[in-house]
């Protein structure tokens, strides 16, 4: 039976309503927070319960459905067959837990691997990006134009400077170059929403050296609709099960940032 998508998105609008509400409540008490992979990946209760909340959810309504999240849910999964969800349920903790503020919950949901519904929220701010395939892409109840081309000179970059660091250290120059070639260079710590940014037009390139799908899934979907770029460094469609490097940007501009990508081993 084929899935009715915008009804779909509104029941989902609903979770994601409900799973901010209680991160919002939660900030007025103490939190656990964990290290992961090294002492600054962070992660706390919060985003344990709240990828629990959601893989409920899909279990009890669409018991067909699978699900690949951040903290563990479908690790073992190998195929993108049949209908996907792929959720971060804070992307940006590092923001949660210091600035409580700048962090989103993301959902994309593929069927055979082809994107058909993004959502992501950005819950302090409560502004929602949303995208239906073919339907355009939406920045809370206003429609998103298609992204218009812009120059390098006049574009703003997303890009974190630990990987300037990194580039340094690895004795390339090139995201030097371009970070020196734009108008200016801006991290706000949430990938989720720096790419829902340059759906927007607030950035015109996000740039990351390694990426999860669970942190661009849903904001992937938001980029086609407003026909911007999203691939990987190599010029090849992001994977939905590997981590991998990262470009989206205004189509008039990502061949041309395409060759100050750094080449990665
Ligand atoms: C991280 C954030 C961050 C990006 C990292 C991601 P998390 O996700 O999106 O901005 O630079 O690469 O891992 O761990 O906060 O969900
Ligand atoms: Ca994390
Ligand atoms: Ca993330
Ligand atoms: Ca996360």
């Known amino acids: 039976m084929s899935i009715n998508y915008p009804e779909l998105l509104h029941i989902v609008k609903g979770w994601v309503e409900e799973a901010g509400e209680t991160i919002r409540t939660s900030m ?56 996907l969800w792929i959720i971060d349920p804070i992307d940006g903790t590092t923001n949660f837990v210091h600035q409580q503020y700048n962090f989103a919950i993301s959902i994309g949901i593929f069927e055979d691997g082809v994107g058909q519904l993004g959502i992501v929220y950005d819950v302090m701010k409560r502004e929602w990006f949303t995208a239906l395939k073919g339907e355009g892409a939406f920045q809370n109840d206003k429609q998103l134009e298609k992204r218009k081309p812009v120059t390098l000179e006049k574009a703003i970059v997303g890009l974190n400077s630990r990987w300037l660091v990194w580039e340094h250290k690895n004795g390339g120059e ?39 799908p669970w942190d661009y899934a849903g904001s992937l979907i938001i980029l086609k609709e407003v026909g911007a770029s999203a691939t990987t460094f190599s010029n090849e469609n992001p994977s939905l099960l590997e981590k991998g490097t990262f470009i989206a940007s205004a189509p008039s501009l990502h061949e041309e940032l395409l060759s100050y990508m750094p080449e990665i081993k």
């Open 28 to 83: 007025d008490k103490p939190l656990n927070i964990e290290t992961k992979s090294n002492v600054n990946d962070l992660v706390t209760e919060m985003d344990y319960q709240t990828e629990a909340f959601f893989k409920e959810k899909i279990a009890a309504h669409y018991p067909h459905h699978q699900m690949l999240g951040e903290e563990g849910t479908g690790e073992s999964l190998r195929s993108t067959k049949g209908v």
């Open 174 to 212: 090139k995201l030097h170059d371009l970070v020196h070639k734009s108008r200016s260079a801006r991290s706000y710590g949430s990938a989720a929403l720096e790419l829902c940014y340059v759906a927007c037009g607030r950035l015109d390139t996000y740039i990351n050296l390694r990426l999860s």
